[in-house]
Every structure is written in structure tokens, then in C-alpha cells.
């Protein structure tokens, strides 16, 4: 990531691709942006249609259709690409059919010289992650999933209108696959500097614990409601992806919760799990550890062993 033209090549224009594409280019993330697509002819046509909202964009951004010797000088490869989730199907039982769709990506992607950072959305993310990992041979700081940014948000969405706070200053986050077995580590969520379990302890004629379970619930089940009434989701992870792509670009050095490899943290090995993580220029900078409490990582284990259990059913 040598070059000062910041260049970004989409794999994928779906639903979630085109949707990270679109918050892209409203958002000068980028100068230049590559869709790649095995249909080709689709590609060409959402080029097009992005370049020409181009007068009303805050940047000038180059939008093209390209091959995939376009990786080269990227710096980031975000991949959209891959089989539909259904309505009602989880994330795990997309495991088997999108392995293959990966293989067909990762190897060229490879063989163009390209030395940037994958950017995995397609779901099951953790899973699909971790295969980008070991098809790529990439160094693990520079293979990073999506996992559970969007489901972060939500969460610090449901918390700012339960306390009636700006959710930018609810401090909390979603942990473990992004699927079933996600949770929130309530003993690590803050509103402002303050524990939200002390709010509600100090406030039980306002709030209750068992309200937070709903909440949690409530992110937990999201995506399945969503599909359940427009058979997809895209926006909110088009804006989560962008808000990734956003970080490494300009090198913040952001906390967010990303689908990253774990080598001892929170007990756990080689296996690729959402924790807060420190991401900038070069991709991921350090895992943040939580201080979270024995249940808890009662259940962050279960969460890993699902994930590990999935990975080593695979033939790659």
C-alpha cells in the first residue's frame, strides 16, 4: 500500500456490493473504484450508473468494470461476492456454497500481485474469512471480516433510544460470530464513562436488566427479520464496509469490531472471531481485549468452538 492514489477493487456488485459502492462514492472514500463481477455485462452497467452521479458527489472518483489484473495495485480487495442468503437459512448453512465461490476469487485476485488487505462481507463472515486466510496466504493483519461492525451499531442504536442518549456515546459492543451465537459483554458497555449495568441498578423505576437481554435479542435476530420482509439485507452493511474501507485508507487506527485471527486472546487460536480490534493503514493493528467476565467468556468459547468446528468440516 505504496502508492497516495487510494484505490479500491469491489468484487461482487449485488445488493451489499453495489450499496458499499454507492456509500463510497458519496463519501470520497476512495480516488479510484474497480467492480468486478462474473457478469461482466452488470458490472459495465453499474459503472455507468455510478459515474454518472458523479457531478453531485463531494469527490471525483474513478469508477470503472475491470479484470481481476486490476488487484495489483490495489489497496484494498473488498469481496461482496457469493451465494444468496434464503429467508430463514443461517449464516452457517451458507458455509459449503460460497467455499467454492471463494476459490475461484482468491487465486486470481493472488496471482495479479496484489499486496494490499481482503476485506471479506460475504457471509458466513468468519468463516469465509478465515478461508481468504488460508487460500491467500496472506499475513493475518491483512485478512479482516466485516463480522459484527453493523451489528455493533445496531446495538448502540437500540441502547441510545432505551437511555435516551446519542448512541455515539454508548461505548458497547457485539462479540463472537456474526450469527446465533453473537453476544454482548453487557459488563463492558458504557453510556459515556459509566457502566450501563450501574445506570440501571441506580434507576430500577426506569430501567430493568431483563430489558437489555431484549435488546440484545433484538440485534441478534435483525438480519433474519429484515430478510423476512425485503428477502435481504444490504444497506446497513454497505456502510459498515465503507466505514471500514474509511479507517485503513486514511490510517485512524479506529476501534471496530472486525472478524479478525486470534493467536491467545481470549483463550483462543488461529481461529477468526468479531473483537474489538485496532485497524489502520496496514490492516489490523492489535486486538483489543475486553475484560469480560467468566460467563461470558463461557460463551465466547462456544461461539469460537461453532466457528472452529465449521472450518475444520471444510476441504480446501
Same mark, same amino acid.
Given at each position: 500500500m505504496k502508492n497516495e492514489n487510494?484505490? /479500491? /477493487?469491489l468484487i461482487g456488485t449485488g445488493m451489499v456490493g453495489m450499496s458499499f459502492a454507492y456509500a463510497a462514492l458519496n463519501q470520497g472514500v476512495a480516488d479510484e473504484l474497480v467492480l468486478i463481477d462474473i457478469n461482466? *455485462?452488470? &458490472?459495465?452497467? *453499474? #459503472?455507468?450508473d455510478l459515474n454518472h452521479g +458523479? #457531478?453531485? #458527489?463531494?469527490? %471525483?472518483?474513478? @469508477?470503472? &468494470?475491470? *479484470?481481476?489484473s486490476d488487484c495489483k495495485d490495489a489497496d484494498i480487495v473488498v469481496i461482496a461476492a457469493g451465494v444468496a442468503q434464503k429467508d430463514g437459512e443461517t449464516r452457517l448453512d451458507l458455509l459449503q456454497r460460497n467455499v467454492e465461490v471463494f476459490r475461484s476469487i482468491i487465486t486470481p485476485v493472488v496471482k495479479s500481485g496484489?499486496?494490499? @488487505?481482503? +476485506? /471479506? #462481507?460475504? %457471509?458466513?463472515v468468519d468463516i469465509m474469512t478465515r478461508v481468504t486466510y488460508e487460500l491467500s496466504r496472506f499475513g493475518a493483519s491483512r485478512v479482516i471480516g466485516t463480522v459484527t461492525t453493523l451489528d455493533t451499531a445496531r446495538l448502540r442504536y437500540l441502547l441510545g433510544d432505551y437511555f435516551t442518549v446519542d448512541p455515539k456515546n454508548i461505548h458497547a459492543y457485539v462479540i463472537g460470530e456474526h450469527g446465533d451465537s453473537e453476544f454482548v459483554p453487557f459488563s463492558q458497555a458504557l453510556l459515556g464513562t459509566k457502566p450501563v449495568t450501574e445506570v440501571i441498578s441506580e434507576r430500577p423505576f426506569l430501567y430493568k436488566k431483563e430489558d437489555l437481554s431484549a435488546i440484545e435479542d433484538q440485534v441478534r435476530t435483525a438480519a433474519y427479520k429484515i430478510i423476512a420482509a425485503k428477502r435481504a439485507t444490504y444497506y446497513g452493511i454497505g456502510m459498515s464496509l465503507t466505514r471500514i474501507v474509511k479507517a485503513i485508507l486514511n490510517d485512524e487506527n479506529s476501534i471496530l469490531t472486525l472478524s479478525v485471527k486470534l493467536s491467545g486472546e481470549y483463550d483462543q487460536t488461529d481461529v477468526f472471531i468479531g473483537v474489538p480490534a485496532i485497524v489502520g493503514r496496514n490492516g489490523v493493528k492489535e486486538v483489543v481485549r475486553l475484560s469480560i467476565t467468566d460467563e461470558e467468556q463461557a460463551k465466547f468459547a462456544k461461539s469460537a468452538g461453532i466457528l472452529d468446528d465449521y472450518f475444520k468440516g471444510l476441504k480446501l
Amino acid at each position: 500500500m505504496k502508492n497516495e492514489n487510494k484505490k /479500491v /477493487v469491489l468484487i461482487g456488485t449485488g445488493m451489499v456490493g453495489m450499496s458499499f459502492a454507492y456509500a463510497a462514492l458519496n463519501q470520497g472514500v476512495a480516488d479510484e473504484l474497480v467492480l468486478i463481477d462474473i457478469n461482466k *455485462e452488470r &458490472a459495465q452497467g *453499474e #459503472a455507468m450508473d455510478l459515474n454518472h452521479g +458523479l #457531478a453531485f #458527489a463531494k469527490s %471525483n472518483m474513478k @469508477i470503472y &468494470a475491470g *479484470e481481476y489484473s486490476d488487484c495489483k495495485d490495489a489497496d484494498i480487495v473488498v469481496i461482496a461476492a457469493g451465494v444468496a442468503q434464503k429467508d430463514g437459512e443461517t449464516r452457517l448453512d451458507l458455509l459449503q456454497r460460497n467455499v467454492e465461490v471463494f476459490r475461484s476469487i482468491i487465486t486470481p485476485v493472488v496471482k495479479s500481485g496484489f499486496d494490499g @488487505i481482503f +476485506l /471479506v #462481507a460475504t %457471509n458466513p463472515v468468519d468463516i469465509m474469512t478465515r478461508v481468504t486466510y488460508e487460500l491467500s496466504r496472506f499475513g493475518a493483519s491483512r485478512v479482516i471480516g466485516t463480522v459484527t461492525t453493523l451489528d455493533t451499531a445496531r446495538l448502540r442504536y437500540l441502547l441510545g433510544d432505551y437511555f435516551t442518549v446519542d448512541p455515539k456515546n454508548i461505548h458497547a459492543y457485539v462479540i463472537g460470530e456474526h450469527g446465533d451465537s453473537e453476544f454482548v459483554p453487557f459488563s463492558q458497555a458504557l453510556l459515556g464513562t459509566k457502566p450501563v449495568t450501574e445506570v440501571i441498578s441506580e434507576r430500577p423505576f426506569l430501567y430493568k436488566k431483563e430489558d437489555l437481554s431484549a435488546i440484545e435479542d433484538q440485534v441478534r435476530t435483525a438480519a433474519y427479520k429484515i430478510i423476512a420482509a425485503k428477502r435481504a439485507t444490504y444497506y446497513g452493511i454497505g456502510m459498515s464496509l465503507t466505514r471500514i474501507v474509511k479507517a485503513i485508507l486514511n490510517d485512524e487506527n479506529s476501534i471496530l469490531t472486525l472478524s479478525v485471527k486470534l493467536s491467545g486472546e481470549y483463550d483462543q487460536t488461529d481461529v477468526f472471531i468479531g473483537v474489538p480490534a485496532i485497524v489502520g493503514r496496514n490492516g489490523v493493528k492489535e486486538v483489543v481485549r475486553l475484560s469480560i467476565t467468566d460467563e461470558e467468556q463461557a460463551k465466547f468459547a462456544k461461539s469460537a468452538g461453532i466457528l472452529d468446528d465449521y472450518f475444520k468440516g471444510l476441504k480446501l
